[in-house]
């Protein structure tokens, strides 16, 4: 099993930054891509970006050259940092990680963008 726990949400303001940290624990050993997606009441939940253990990175088009997906192996930790925030990023962020054909979800943490 692999426990996935987010940090760093809560409330911005349109134009603002905010950094959110994804620690995984467990059975990390070979744990492969991970990434953040995230659900506005009412949606779906959507990639917002992700990234492998060689660091090939993805982004879903709204947040293209706004959040930075970045990884840090040896903490066994992923970051998005959040600029020019928009009231439309206001959504509950979860981390994803995959480890050996198997996928897990941390609990969410909610974003909250003021205009």
């Known amino acids: 099993q692999v426990q996935l726990v987010e940090s760093g949400g809560g409330l911005g303001q349109a134009g603002g930054s905010l950094r959110l940290s994804c620690a995984a624990s467990?059975?990390?050993?070979?744990?492969?891509?991970m990434g953040w997606y995230r659900q506005a009441p009412g949606n779906q939940r959507d990639m917002v970006a992700t990234?492998?253990?060689?660091?090939?990175?993805n982004y879903t088009d709204s947040v293209k050259g706004r959040f930075t997906i970045s990884r840090d192996n040896a903490k066994n930790t992923i970051y998005l940092q959040m600029n020019s925030l928009k009231p439309e990023d206001t959504a509950v962020y979860y981390c994803?990680?995959?480890?050996?054909?198997?996928?897990?979800w941390g609990k969410g943490t909610l974003v909250t963008v003021s205009s």
């Open positions: 994803y990680g995959e480890r050996l054909g198997m996928g897990f």
């Open positions: 467990g059975s990390i050993f070979s744990i492969g891509a």
């Open positions: 990234i492998t253990r060689g660091g090939s990175i």
